[in-house]
């Protein structure tokens, strides 16, 4: 059986021409970082001229999460395994 109504390449191609993925456009925030349009900037926290983000409060929290997760590790004798790859990864 026959399509009828067969759409030629051209005609597809012209179709398709809107399919591209854009790239990701970026801005320079008031600290001097490159950061997504619209978004939050990640290394001070602010959008439009006001802070959106508290990033000293974030920082501790993550500081306070690996302290928590290494202790856990060293509870459980796992520690030694991740103290070597630490050492590797600072290392190189």
């Known amino acids: 059986m026959v399509v009828r109504m067969r759409r030629n390449t ?3 191609a ?5 399919h591209a993925i854009s ?3 970026t ?3 008031e ?3 490159s950061r997504a349009s619209h ?16 990033i000293v409060a974030r920082k501790q929290r ?3 999460r690996n302290k928590r ?4 590790l060293r509870e459980s004798g796992q520690a030694t395994e991740s103290a070597k790859e630490e050492k590797a990864t600072s290392s190189s």
Do not use: F, L
């Open 10 to 12: 051209s005609q597809t």
């Open 14 to 18: 012209k179709r398709r021409s809107h």
């Open 23 to 25: 790239a990701v456009r």
């Open 27 to 29: 801005s320079k925030c």
């Open 31 to 33: 600290c001097g970082a």
């Open 39 to 54: 978004r939050a900037c990640p290394e001070c926290g602010r959008y439009r001229g006001r802070i959106v983000i508290d």
């Open 62 to 64: 993550d500081e306070r």
């Open 69 to 72: 997760r290494q202790t856990e």
